[in-house]
């Protein structure tokens, strides 16, 4: 991912550093555990404990000679540790160092991005608290609808982020799986126990059952999960962007000082932000689909899965950890005119209570196909004309039948469709 969309510390966890480091602690503890079933020496898991180490520059030296990267690295290392290095990956291949790295950093990657959605989450809350009662128009077809709140509109969001925060959890734990197998997964120069010594020090469970590498499944649903979470932030994005349109302008992005909008418009103040969230999660959703085809290999393992993580596993995790950061920010200082959003409810001069009406008309005798009839009748009449919903019905007999003025002038009231928010805000925050 370019530096552009790049945070630090996720970044740092698909630097070369992190990633060799990595394969070194897998080296280490499996040495380890042969020395302590007395197959190698307990030297040898001594020398490469303290004397192992690498310089990034001279594995891709000797990469570019032998084309492999592990043997690069193994070369690297034995280098430092001197004869006892011929004791150092014994009994496995390449997956076996290759798949738990990448579990590692994958499951440290989830811990960031969790931490993305704590962080969202809270300024969600504190946002649907503090415009709890706010009322706005509820859009359906992008049509105004009827009443909701500004506050309920931020708690759905948070209900949401809370479900992808426990699926991402779910996610982290199916990912985070260690395999010290051997050739096509058979142990059959390493022992299970090794598997299980390098599991518990990684941090990770074992692979129950691997043909050579980690079965991609996994991985699949770690990144579908990821590509769920993004298109949460991308629902969100959008609803601001709507709502920030110069013919809405219910809420807008925070502008900052000295921050321009158009290089040849000095009025604009464009939502970029979210904009920019949106595209972030076009990026996140492109690895689902390779990650799923990746699913099906040749027998006990093919390479054609590696290229593309090497390039997906990176920049998907990275660019949702920015998105989510972004998102987090947006949200806090989002700017919210309460005043606009009562405008807007005006604007069709009654309609959207027509519902209310017609549920009146029904319980006052009359058939909801003649309610319905005389209720579009009178909001036609509004919609092509102007003018208010409210005056058009007094001045119907049909309704006035059943209806008088007073009962009328009640079904008007924004107060009908606040009435339980108090209710969904314990549900969601309770």
């Known amino acids: 991912m370019i530096p552009r969309y790049s945070r630090n510390e996720i970044s740092s966890v698909w630097e070369p550093k992190n990633k060799f480091q990595i394969w070194l602690d897998i080296e280490i503890h499996a040495t380890q555990a042969l020395a302590n079933k007395g197959e190698v020496p307990q030297q040898a898991a001594e020398d490469l404990a303290q004397k192992g180490k690498f310089e990034i520059e001279r ?58 959605l704590d962080k969202l989450l809270e300024v969600l809350k504190k946002r649907a608290i503090q415009h709890k009662y706010d009322v706005c128009i509820g859009r359906s077809h992008g049509i105004h609808a009827e009443p909701t709140t500004f506050g309920l509109k931020l708690a759905q969001t948070y209900a949401e982020f809370d479900r992808a925060r426990t699926r991402l959890i779910n996610a982290r734990a199916e990912i985070s799986t260690c395999a010290i197998s051997g050739a096509v997964g058979t142990f059959a120069n390493i022992d299970p126990s090794v598997e299980s010594y390098v599991a518990e020090k990684m941090g990770l469970k074992i692979e129950p059952v691997s043909s050579q590498i980690i079965p991609r499944d996994r991985h699949a649903f770690f990144f579908s999960t990821l590509g769920v979470i993004s298109g949460s932030a991308e629902r969100i994005a959008t609803e601001i962007r ?4 110069t013919e809405v302008r219910e809420v807008e992005e925070f502008f900052e000082v000295g921050q321009k909008g158009s290089s040849a418009m000095p009025h604009k103040r464009n939502p970029i932000l979210t904009e920019n969230i949106t595209g972030l999660a076009r990026v996140v959703r492109a690895a689902v689909i390779p990650a799923i085809e990746n699913i099906s290999l040749w027998h006990e393992r093919d390479i054609s899965h590696s290229a593309v993580e090497r390039i997906f596993a990176p920049d998907a995790t990275i660019a949702l950890d920015f998105a989510l950061y972004r998102l987090a920010v947006v949200i806090d200082k989002l700017i919210v005119h309460p005043k606009r959003m009562l405008e807007n409810i005006n604007i069709l001069g009654g309609l959207i209570f027509s519902q209310g009406v017609l549920l009146a008309l029904t319980k006052g005798g009359m058939s909801r196909e003649d309610s319905y009839k005389i209720v579009q009748e009178c909001a036609g009449t509004v919609w092509e004309n102007g003018g208010s919903l409210l005056e058009s019905l007094q001045k119907d007999k049909r309704i006035l039948k059943i209806l008088n003025k007073e009962s009328l002038i009640s079904i008007f009231d924004l107060k009908t469709h606040t009435k339980h928010v108090d209710t969904i805000f314990e549900r969601v925050f309770d």
């Open 59 to 116: 594995i891709d030296e000797i990469e570019l000679e032998v084309k492999h990267d592990v043997i690069a690295f193994l070369t690297n290392v034995a280098e430092h540790v001197g004869p006892n290095a011929r004791f150092v990956h014994q009994g496995l291949t390449s997956s076996d160092i290759l798949d738990t790295c990448l579990a590692v950093q994958l499951s440290q990657s989830a811990n960031i991005l969790i931490s993305d």
């Open 242 to 245: 709507h709502l920030q349109r």
